[in-house]
């Protein structure tokens, strides 16, 4: 009788040290995002904020960059173990660098839009003709978009004017007030907020002159695949079901973000009725995005060759 109160008495001081100190999540990522507010990003805080990957197992540090060519300076440097961009990055592994794309997150550029200030006379696309037009950095999306606009107008490479200017809104803003560019390519929520203020305003949506793209990638370091593949399955798991929520609960999709953008809810909630079809949700690869990846590596000469694509992303993280 005494031995079997020894072991309930056991019993119950493990389930009480069990509960005073719950189980730590088993892996931890440093997860890079090559935009801070961008909507094709955010998805990875509001998955946080729901705990979504953390009963998967993982503990994330989110850390954000001014742009996809920093995100990718922050994989080589050995810094990051997940990356949150787009897929014009994918250029990089095909030059070397330590990564694998390993997610199609969004597969059309409706977060993405033109803006021009306040006051700007013009109305139309065609007015950008030899203005200039702020990007987030050499390289990155919104490079290669200012690049298709152009190209797509029929208009030379030096027809417009490429300013790289980061990708936090308050630095557009600034330049638009000071009238530092005519024109900045970036996310459509930033300029519903600046309408809200009256520095910017939507010139057009990016997807007027843009078919189907890979705007939004996940990546992963060749470390973590190499040492933690089970956590960058978990965390893809984790993505598609954080999609799944924002699909289904709007209002909660909505305060989330703002708490991560700082944007009103009233824009943040615009943005979302705009940006929600984007979303993969299965994250596979789609082909015809591949055929247009492709091409920008070329138009942006990020590549010497065209690469084999196959060789640049990976679907074996998807769930099964």
């Known amino acids: 009788m005494a031995k079997s109160l020894c072991w309930v008495t056991m019993g119950f001081a493990l ?24 909507d094709t990003n955010i998805p990875v805080d509001i998955g946080d904020k729901l705990g979504i990957f953390k ?13 996809g060519g920093k995100l990718v300076q922050g994989m080589i440097a050995g810094d990051i173990d997940i990356g949150v961009g787009a897929g014009v990055e994918m250029a990089y592994i095909a030059r070397g660098t330590p990564m694998m794309a390993i997610c199609e997150s969004a597969s059309a550029m409706s977060s993405f839009a033109i803006g021009v200030p306040w006051d700007s006379p013009l109305k139309s696309l ?14 990155s999306l919104t490079d290669w978009l200012a690049k298709q606009l152009a190209l797509k107008q029929g208009w030379g490479p030096d027809d417009i004017i490429i300013a790289p200017i980061g990708s936090n ?19 459509t929520a930033t300029f519903l907020r600046m309408a809200e203020t009256q ?9 007027s002159y843009m078919g189907p793209v890979a705007a939004g990638t996940l990546f992963a370091s060749k470390r973590a695949m190499d040492t933690q593949p089970d956590g960058v399955r978990a965390f893809v798991a984790g993505w598609i079901e954080t999609i799944a929520y924002m699909r289904a609960h709007k209002d909660e999709a909505v305060k989330l973000a703002a708490s991560v953008t700082n944007f009103s809810e009233t824009v943040t909630s615009q943005a979302y009725d705009i940006v929600i079809g984007m ?30 694509m196959s060789k640049l992303y990976t679907e074996a993280y998807l769930p099964r």
Do not use: M, W
């Open 169 to 187: 809104p308050t630095t557009s803003a600034a330049a638009f007030r000071a009238h530092l560019i005519d024109a900045n390519v970036g996310g």
């Open 279 to 308: 979303y993969t949700k299965d994250c596979r690869f789609d082909p015809e995005s591949l055929v247009t990846l492709k091409q920008s590596f070329i138009d942006l000469g990020t590549v010497d060759t065209p690469p084999d």
């Open 15 to 38: 389930l009480a040290a069990l509960i005073s100190h719950p189980a730590r999540a088993e892996t931890k990522f440093v997860v890079g995002k090559a935009n801070a507010i961008a």
């Open 199 to 207: 520095s910017g305003k939507i010139l057009a949506p990016v997807s």
């Open 126 to 139: 065609k007015a950008l003709k030899g203005k200039r037009v702020g990007v987030s950095g050499a390289g």
């Open 55 to 67: 009963k998967r197992g993982l503990e994330l540090q989110i850390v954000d960059f001014q742009g």
